[in-house]
Each structure stands twice: as structure tokens, then as C-alpha cells.
């Protein structure tokens, strides 16, 4: 069963940064928070990951509370092509659930 | 980056027929692969884990045996939808998950049941 909790819609304007939230007040100490993005009928985009430490590469910034209890993904520059759902996961290693995710859309 | 495709990636098919669809890792070898569906405007629901030369587990309330799956190798893993019916008519996605624990997911097939 899914472990988070998303916001089910936002929108952001383009060019600006898009911040998504994410609630997992019970995650384990060894649980990684996943974020994936899915472009409507294509399979889920892997975009970033992280355990305790705030992580960034080229698609995004993943910030994670010091009680790890909840997450923001940031977008540093949206453009019309972050348009997607994205999904918040916490992965023990073994099996994905997916939750409803965020359906962001960048407006121009 | 680790890649992994599906086969077909769109097909229709009459009602009461069975339908395969390949999942395959093209450029790492996978002990363990994931089926999801999922219907329109949803979330992705997990089907069953697939382990290589095991049986599959199967999430509650998925069908084993109308939901085939088979992993014979380490880069592919086949699920074959039996006797389909209209509401089997869903988005298939697979994933596989290499020895770093990483998944990477396919691009998914579109199955439509008339």
C-alpha cells in the first residue's frame, strides 16, 4: 500500500520553480523516498532519490525534512514539457506502490 | 541509463483470446520484475513480482491464472492476459530492478479487448 500523501493537482507557471510536496509520516529508517514523474501513456520517469540527505542532479532538487516525515521536489525552471503526474515513493527495496501523485501543470 | 522495453507496445485483441506481452531488460540483467496496470486517469496498481526461474507472487485480488506470468531469463519476463474480456482493456507497464536495487520502467502497452 501506497505510504504517502500528495497534493492531487498544481499548477505552476512557466519558468518559475515548481515545489511538490510529499507526506510520508511513517516511513522506516531505511526507507528511501523515490520520485518518478509519468507523461500522460508513457511508463514512469525516474527523476530523483534520497534517504536523509537533500539531493539534486540535473532534473531536480529532492529536499527531505530532518525527521524525514516529508519531502519537497523542486523544479528549478518548469517548462511545458515537466507537464506530467508525479509520484512520491517509498521504497524499502523491495516493491513500488504507487500513490495518486500530483498532476502538475506548467501553464506558459 | 538502464533501459527496458515492452512488446507490443499497443494491441487489440477479440474477447476470449489471450494476449502476451514481453518485458525485457536490454542492457542489465534483472533477477526481479515488476507488472503493473493501470486503467485510465489512475494510478499505477502493482500486479505481481516476478523472479527469475520462480513463480510469481501475486498482489490480492490479482487473478494468477488469468494473469500468466512467466520469467524465464534474467533480461525477460512475459505476461500473458488469458481469455480477455473488455475489462482487462488497461495500460500495462513493467519494470525491472537491477543488483543495485534500482527499477527502470518499460514504456508500457496499451491492450484493448473488443
Known amino acids: 500500500d501506497a505510504k504517502t500523501t500528495q497534493p492531487p493537482s498544481m499548477d505552476c507557471a512557466e519558468g518559475r520553480a515548481a515545489n511538490l510536496p510529499c507526506n510520508h509520516s511513517t516511513i522506516s529508517g531505511n526507507e528511501y523516498v523515490y520520485w518518478y514523474r509519468q507523461i500522460h501513456s508513457q511508463g514512469p520517469q525516474y527523476i530523483i532519490h534520497g534517504l536523509k540527505n537533500n539531493e539534486t542532479n540535473e532534473m531536480a532538487s529532492l529536499i527531505i525534512t530532518e525527521d524525514r516525515k516529508s519531502s519537497t521536489l523542486i523544479l528549478p525552471h518548469a517548462t511545458l514539457r515537466d507537464t506530467a503526474v508525479y509520484y512520491c515513493?517509498?521504497?524499502?527495496?523491495?516493491?513500488?506502490?504507487f500513490g495518486t501523485g500530483t498532476s502538475l501543470t506548467v501553464i506558459p | 541509463g538502464a533501459v527496458v522495453s515492452q512488446h507490443p507496445s499497443r494491441v487489440i485483441c477479440k474477447s476470449g483470446t489471450s494476449v502476451k506481452i514481453e518485458c525485457r531488460s536490454l542492457?542489465?540483467?534483472?533477477?526481479?520484475m515488476f507488472w503493473y496496470r493501470q486503467f485510465p486517469k489512475q494510478s499505477l496498481m502493482l500486479m505481481a513480482t516476478?523472479?527469475?526461474?520462480?513463480?510469481?507472487?501475486?498482489e490480492q485480488g490479482v487473478e494468477k491464472d488469468k494473469f500468466l506470468i512467466n520469467h524465464a531469463s534474467l533480461t525477460l519476463s512475459t505476461l500473458t492476459v488469458t481469455s480477455a474480456h473488455p475489462e482487462d482493456s488497461s495500460f500495462y507497464i513493467c519494470s525491472a530492478r537491477d543488483t543495485f536495487l534500482q527499477q527502470y520502467f518499460g514504456p508500457g502497452t496499451r491492450l484493448t479487448v473488443t
Open positions: 515513493i517509498v521504497y524499502t527495496g523491495n516493491q513500488f506502490y
Open positions: 516476478s523472479n527469475e526461474g520462480s513463480k510469481a507472487t501475486y
Open positions: 542492457d542489465f540483467q534483472a533477477t526481479t
